[in-house]
C-alpha cells in the first residue's frame, strides 16, 4: 500500500510545562471551583447515561467526578446504584458507605445500602440499614417497603406487614407496597385479600398482556362467549394456576390460552383448552378476557377451598424419555436450584447437601434440574452418582415424561416441584424459612397440591439438619417400598 504523503494541517504546540505553570498560578479558590465544576459536568453526563440505561458508560464518568471532586456523595450513591445493577455488590456498598459517610442523613443511601446487603445475603445488616433509612425519612414509601421486604426475609413477618401498611397509609397506590403486602396476607393464608393486592400489578408500567382491549372477564356467565387466557408469571406459577382453566370450560366458555413455547406441549394436554396459542403469534377473535393469575381472585378461592385435585396436566408418552432399567431400586428424581430467583431471594441448598442421597442403597438418583444450576453435577463431579435425565428431556414436556416414572421427587420451590405436584407425584418439596406465600408458614401439607410434603428448614440457610433428616425419611420410604 502506498504511504499518504498529503501534509496533515498546521497544529498548534502544546507547550505542557506552561499549561501546568499556568494553572499553578492560579489561586486555590479557582482552582477547586473549576475542578468542582468539572465534576458536576461529568456527574450530569454519568446521570444522563444511568437514566437510558447505558450503565457501563456511566461509571468512567462517575469515576472521573469522584477523582476531581471526593466530597461528591451524590456520585458515590449513584455509582453504587450502577455498580449493584452491573453485578458489582461489593463494590456497591463501598460506594453506599462512602456516601453515607459524606451524607449522613441521607436516607436513599442507608435505603440503598440495604438493598445490596440483602443481595449479599447480609439480612440483619440490611435490616439496620433500612431502619437507619426509614428513621430518617419515616414518611417516604419507598423506604418503608424496602424494610418491609428486609424484614420478611428474616421471618419477621408481622413487623414486614406493619411496614407494607405503613407505607399504603402514606400512599395509597404504592404498588411495590401493594403487591408485597398481598403476598404477605398470602403467606398467612388470607386469599381474599392478598390476591385482591395482586390485581395492582396492571397499574405496573412494564406489564404488559395483550388482549386487555377486550372486557375483563370477572365471573359474569360466559355460554357461548370465547375468552382469552394470557399466561404470566413464572413456570411454577402457570403450572399452578393451570388448574382454573378446566372451570372456565365448565361454564360453557371456549377457551384460548396464551403460553409460552416452553410450556405449550404440556398447558394443551390440560381440560378444557380449546385452542393453545404461542405467546407472540397471531390472536383469534375472542369476546373476553381473564389474566392467568386472576382466576383464583375469580373464582373466590380460600386456603380451604383450593381447586382441582392434580393430575391435570398429562406427560408425553415415555418412549424416548424411559428411564434406563433400575431393577427393584427406588427412583428419586431431584431439583436443587430454583431456576428463576436469585439464592439470596429464594435461598436454597445446592446440590452438594443432596450428594449424600446418593449413597443411600436401594435409590437411584435422577437429576431434574434445569437451567444453568444444571452444569453443578458434572462441576461437582457427581455426573456418575446421579443420572441426569433433564439435559435429555428437550424442554419442560420431555420432564414432565420423565418425572412421571419417578417414585418420588426431592426438589426446592420451583417449575420441578410445581410439575411434580401437577402431574399428582409424591412430592417432597424442600423449603426456605421464609417461604413462597403458596407454602404457608407452618405444616407438612399444602391444599395446593395432595401429593406433595413440605420440608421446612428452621434458619434461612442452615439447610444440613433438614437435609440429613430427608435422607433418614428417604431411607425409611426405602424400607416401606412403593406401597406407601
Known sequence: MAADNRASPDQSPVDVADARAAWESLPEEER?????????????????????????????????ALALNP?????????????????????????????????????????????????????????????????????????????????????RRDQSLDCFERALDHNPDHIPSLLDRGRSLLLAGEYAAGFKDLEA???????????????????????????????????GDIIQFARYIPMIKAQGANVVLEAPAALADLLATVPGVDKLVIQGAALPKFDLHAPLLSLAAIFKTTAAKVP???PY???????????????????????????????????????????????????????????????DLKAQGADALIIDVARR???????????????????????????AGALGKETWLIAPASPDWRWGTSGDTTPWYPTMRILRTERRGDWSALLDQTRRDLRARVRRGNGA
Not at 223 to 229: F, Q
Not at 343 to 371: K, S, Y
Open 32 to 64: 477547586t471551583a473549576l475542578r468542582d465544576r468539572e465534576a458536576a459536568r461529568l456527574f450530569a453526563i454519568g446521570s444522563d447515561h444511568q437514566r437510558n440505561g447505558r450503565l457501563e458508560e456511566a461509571i468512567p464518568d462517575y469515576t472521573r
Open 71 to 155: 466530597n461528591l456523595a451524590e456520585a458515590y450513591n449513584n455509582l453504587g446504584v450502577v455498580l449493584r445493577a452491573t453485578g458489582r455488590p461489593e463494590a456497591a456498598v463501598a460506594c453506599y458507605r462512602r456516601a453515607i459517610a459524606l451524607k449522613p442523613r441521607n436516607a436513599t443511601s442507608h435505603s440503598n445500602l440495604g438493598n445490596v446487603l440483602r443481595d449479599l445475603g447480609r439480612f440483619e445488616a440490611a435490616v439496620a440499614s433500612h431502619q437507619q433509612a426509614v428513621h430518617l425519612d419515616p414518611k417516604n414509601p419507598d423506604t418503608l417497603h424496602n424494610l418491609g421486604v428486609a424484614l420478611r426475609d428474616l421471618g
Open 201 to 235: 400489578r396492571f397499574r405496573m408500567r412494564r406489564f404488559q398482556l395483550r388482549g386487555t382491549d377486550t372486557p375483563r372477564w370477572t365471573g359474569a356467565k360466559v355460554k357461548g362467549k370465547t375468552v382469552l387466557v394470557p399466561c404470566e408469571g413464572t413456570p
Open 308 to 310: 382441582a385435585a392434580p
Open 313 to 375: 396436566i398429562t406427560p408425553p408418552d415415555p418412549g424416548a424419555f424411559r428411564l434406563p432399567p433400575g431393577g427393584d431400586f427406588m427412583k428419586v428424581g431431584i431439583a436443587w436450584e430454583d431456576e428463576r430467583t436469585p439464592a439470596h431471594v429464594t435461598p436454597t441448598p445446592g446440590l452438594r447437601p443432596f450428594l449424600d442421597l446418593a449413597g443411600l442403597a436401594g435409590v437411584t438418583l435422577f437429576g431434574l434440574q434445569t437451567g444453568p444450576a444444571a452444569g
Open 393 to 419: 428431556a428437550g424442554g419442560l414436556a420431555g420432564l414432565a415424561a420423565y418425572i412421571d416414572q419417578m417414585d418420588v421427587v426431592i426438589a426446592v420451590d420451583g417449575a420441578v416441584a410445581h410439575l
